[in-house]
């Protein structure tokens, strides 16, 4: 499920991108662009200005629209993927009988 899962956040995304950079031809998919749906509206648009893309208003207004499903698609596959991880986290500490404080070292919490 969690290959699954993953496969399907990167497909998404990567299907996103080339729409992207079809219709908007930004200068280059930053590493913030890699990322859109976790921006929020505001920032998604200005990386895009910043990567040279010139948007009209009914462009902006398209592309709101475009953003708000896509956005809300992909974050709730990545809570997906989150909330599988700590399941196996979980099984994993319970199968060898990690206590607290081993837990907390392994994920790094002091």
Known sequence: ?????NKTLHEQTQRALELL??????KKISQK???FYT??????????EKQGVKLTLSQKEE?????KTKSTTLTAIK???????AAI???????FSLTAEEIAIVEGVE
């Open 1 to 5: 499920e969690m290959i699954n899962l």
């Open 21 to 26: 950079q079809t219709e908007y031809k930004p």
């Open 33 to 35: 662009l890699e990322k």
């Open 39 to 48: 921006l929020g509206l505001n920032p998604f648009i200005e990386e895009l």
């Open 63 to 67: 592309l709101i629209d475009w953003y």
């Open 79 to 85: 809570a997906q993927i989150e909330t599988l991880d």
């Open 89 to 95: 986290d979980r099984e994993v500490y319970t199968l």
